[in-house]
């Protein structure tokens, strides 16, 4: 049996600096009056202070940064006059002055910049320490931090202690150290520093901040060593690109564009380096904002304050009032700001939040809530992992080790990443973050191309803001998008999704659109907004190049590097995109007339060249599709037929009536009065669709055949919507998550096309899809549940009820099915189902 811990001495407690002593505090020499004396722990700020004013190469000055001189209140006595420069300065005697000289005279762009950064800054002065705060630290004022850091140790020190204690296991100090973005982290340095606090294995809070003052004396150490070390011909400076290296080797991803505006914001003297002093304050900057940029801190506010304001629950008028977003809310405001691509990572930060929070909750009932500092912390823990997940990218195709990629290794890259865009759309996006200043000009010499981590990163940023679109193809999504959300909501479901795809020439198979909408539907609220829909685009364009790349891939030369398809072999690859081999997917739905040879111009054909030919065939569809109510070939062949039946005369129109009873031939029901009168409304409104979409001989109060199509569609849009309503109210019912629904589906799917394959000839299903009893036996028995002749009458009896008397359940009907069977363990299901995961 462990030995038990010993308890902490009740009595004569060590002085701790946030409780008063009667014994004296040793002092430091007093550097400003007007500040608090130091702790014992704090001491070496107003040395380190000192020996920095001391050794400044300006003769005893410390910089304030810009950012504090124009406009606004000083550290120490307010703003200054335009055009003069303050400084603090101390004499030998360690005596605090102040001294103003001379301003220098700026260019219009770069007063035009400062003007920007100081109206940002002044948005988030929170997150940019003031010269004060800064001082203060090397000082000794706030026990050596702002108020702001003491916050952020506070929060960080609750997430971290033992949750049934008050105390920090001192083997978490480098998570810790690392979750405050901290780089320098030498464990049996740390470990040290903790034991010479506190010998217990944990440390009490005070403990904790003594701690983070003597670690942060060690940093600046370490920062001095550094900096040395990279100031090679001793001139005490270094410029932005040994400032981007100075950073990277304190193990921090910095990017040159938040570089160049924290040197902007504390380069004093705005010759474009940084003494030492100055990158102290820059690191002060730079770690404040977790590394983003202003303009990114407004996103992420923008990003916190909507997934706070959609809080509906109990708890939202608790958090709301707190200033916190719920842990089990971070997720959202992570994909609002990263993007539906990195929902999957969200969710895992998310996690860990929740995790850290176990147990810590307390007994109100309300999630763990964070303020925006710490969100802004997770959120730069999320960068981090995409920042990691780059460079692993990065080296692994950066083939010859030049710690730069080419044109073709970037090609590669981004293929990896989930990206199959052309070559002219990655230029695209190479010439955008060159004008944006993220790719030198010198790394795009001679029409080649040779980027650093640096640049990559950057052009990586491009590629998940568009999500590998070009400028024309987002305009395109954009217009779509804003037509078909008639109501201004800025969300999209399913059903439109779907009417957006054929009027975009795709095909649109309702389970196939919302299998990918569970994808991005990363909030499970049923709709798309414009950056799920634009990621819901990029999914579909994924899928569908896939086909066309088996097309591609099955009569490409693989001798040839890279692949081409020989002029020879072309007309029948184009054949391919739409009526492929049987037991392949077509990428294009049948273009009547169309004849390949039209694209065969006596040239091999790459990859891109054959997707752009596949995209020119398309948007020879768009036109025909529109004007065939999106409906395949095939389906307006066998429509026509069932039209010509009632168009005795052979008028090719026909009345209303008649139109009536040929839809209630095929199933629809529109016997009552209300429903009549929709009809004729939707008549006119499919004649209207009709000739939008080229169609002729359109008579009004007649439906000829291009009318019937579009009536056809919106009758079948009806029910979709109808049966769109009755699914979402199953998966409420059953409380499955939007993801375990599209799970499901594909798991219904599968026993359906098992079944029609089974079917006799003739007698496979049209219209709403159901499984049979037995397939469901079948079903049950792949997942090796074995179920006795009690038990099957038990399922053929909850069939019943649910189908209301039929043997055979739709898809909600299939949901409810199983969740009674995972409610009531139904032959063991549940037991099944745990063992089949433990193999996996």
């Known amino acids: 049996m462990a030995p038990l811990a010993q308890p902490r001495p009740a009595t004569h407690p060590a002085p701790r600096p946030d409780i008063e002593s009667s014994e004296p505090r040793p002092q430091t020499t007093a550097i400003d009056t007007g500040t608090r004396p130091a702790s014992p722990q704090t001491e070496w700020q107003g040395r380190t202070l000192l020996n920095l004013a001391l050794g400044s190469s300006r003769g005893g000055a410390l910089p304030t940064p810009r950012y504090m001189k124009e406009g606004g209140d000083g ?45 940002l800054s002044s948005k988030h002065e929170s997150f940019l320490p003031d010269v004060s705060e800064v001082i203060s630290r090397l000082r000794s004022g706030a026990e050596g931090f702002s108020q702001a850091e003491l916050d952020r140790m506070a929060t960080t020190f609750m997430r971290f202690k033992d949750p049934d204690s008050p105390e920090l296991h001192k083997d978490e100090l480098v998570n810790v150290l690392k979750h405050l973005g901290y780089q320098q982290l030498d464990k049996v340095k740390i470990l040290e520093m903790a034991d010479s606090i506190s010998s217990y294995p944990t440390l009490e809070k005070a403990d904790f901040m003594a701690f983070m003052e003597k670690h942060a004396e060690f940093e600046t150490n370490a920062y001095k060593q550094l900096f040395e070390q990279f100031d090679e011909d001793n001139s005490g400076f270094l410029d932005s690109e040994e400032i981007v290296t100075f950073l990277s080797s304190l193990g921090f991803t910095p990017l040159r564009s938040m570089v160049k505006e924290a040197m902007d914001l504390v380069d004093l003297d705005g010759n474009g380096q940084l003494d030492f002093e ?11 904002s977790e590394g983003f940029t202003l303009d990114e801190i407004s996103e992420l506010t923008a990003a916190y304050k909507t997934a706070q304001d959609a809080l509906d629950d109990s708890s939202a008028i ?93 090609a590669k890259i981004i293929a990896s990443l989930g990206f199959t865009i052309p ?3 990655i230029d695209e996006m190479i010439e955008e973050a060159n004008s944006r200043g993220d790719i030198p000009d010198e790394k795009l010499k001679d029409g080649g191309v040779e980027l650093d981590y640096d640049a990559f990163v950057h052009l990586m940023k491009i590629l998940q803001e568009n999500d590998g679109f070009s400028e024309e193809e987002i305009a395109e999504i954009q217009d ?6 008639e109501d201004g909501s800025g969300d999209i479901d399913v059903i439109e999704l779907s009417d957006m795809l054929r009027h975009l020439g795709h095909m649109a198979i309702i389970e196939e659109v919302r299998r990918i909408h569970s994808k991005v539907d990363f909030n499970g609220n049923g709709a798309l907004d414009f950056r799920e829909f634009v990621r819901f685009m990029r999914l579909h364009r994924e899928e569908e190049i896939h086909h066309i790349r088996d097309a591609f891939e099955e009569h490409a030369d693989e001798d040839a590097d890279p692949p081409v398809i020989k002029a020879a072999n072309i007309e029948e690859a184009i054949k391919d995109l739409i009526k492929p ?7 294009l739905p049948d273009v009547p007339g169309l004849d390949p040879k039209t694209y065969v111009s006596g040239n091999d054909l790459g990859f891109d060249q054959f997707v752009e030919i596949a995209d020119t065939i398309r948007e020879l569809i768009v036109e025909d599709g529109r004007k065939n109510a999106g409906y395949s070939e095939g389906e307006v062949e066998r429509y026509k037929q069932v039209f010509e039946g009632f168009d005795k005369k052979k008028q090719e129109n026909l009345k209303v009536g008649e139109a009536t009873d040929l839809l209630m031939s095929m199933g629809f029901e529109l016997r009552s009065q209300e429903e009549q009168r929709m009809l004729k409304e939707q008549i006119r409104k499919a004649g209207q669709d009709a000739i939008e979409a080229g169609a002729k001989g359109v008579v009004e109060g007649m439906v000829n055949f291009w009318v019937f199509l579009q009536l056809i569609r919106t009758l079948n849009r009806r029910e979709d919507e109808e049966a769109e309503r009755k699914l979402l109210k199953a998966s409420d019912e059953a409380k499955f998550t939007t993801q375990e629904v599209s799970d499901f589906q594909e798991v219904f799917d599968n026993c359906w096309d098992r079944e029609q394959s089974a079917a006799e000839p003739g007698m496979q299903q049209v219209g709403r899809k159901t499984i049979s009893r037995t397939t469901m036996y079948k079903l049950l028995r792949s997942m090796e549940v074995r179920l006795e002749g009690a038990q099957r009458l038990q399922l053929e009896e909850k069939i019943q009820q649910l189908s209301g008397g039929g043997s055979s359940v739709d898809f909600p009907g ?26 996996n």
């Open 75 to 119: 550290a120490d006595g307010g703003s200054t006059a335009s055009g003069n420069e303050e400084i603090e300065h101390f004499g030998e005697d360690g005596e605090h002055e102040r001294h103003i000289s001379p301003g220098k005279q700026e260019d219009a762009n770069h007063a035009k910049r400062r003007a920007s950064l100081k109206k």
């Open 278 to 288: 100055e990158t102290v304050i820059m690191l002060h900057v730079y770690k404040h």
């Open 480 to 485: 779509t998008f804003e037509k078909f959300d």
């Open 423 to 425: 070559q002219k759309t």
């Open 581 to 587: 081999p049987e037991g392949r997917t077509a990428p």
């Open 814 to 839: 299939f949901l409810r099915l199983m969740r009674w069977m995972m409610d009531t363990d139904f032959g063991k299901l549940n037991e099944t189902a745990a063992k089949a995961a433990a193999k």
């Open 318 to 410: 608790h958090h709301k009032n707190a200033q916190t977003l719920p842990a089990d809310k971070l997720a959202d405001m992570l994909v609002r700001f990263f993007g539906p691509a990195a929902a999957e990572a969200s969710v895992e930060i998310q996690t860990d939040v929740q995790t850290r929070a176990a147990g810590k909750g307390g007994d109100t009932g309300v999630p763990l809530g964070l303020n925006f500092q710490e969100a802004v912390v997770w959120a730069r823990k999320l960068r981090d992992k995409e920042f990691h997940d780059f460079r692993d990218a990065f080296d692994k195709f950066d083939e010859d080790k030049s710690n730069s990629i080419d044109r073709n290794e970037l």
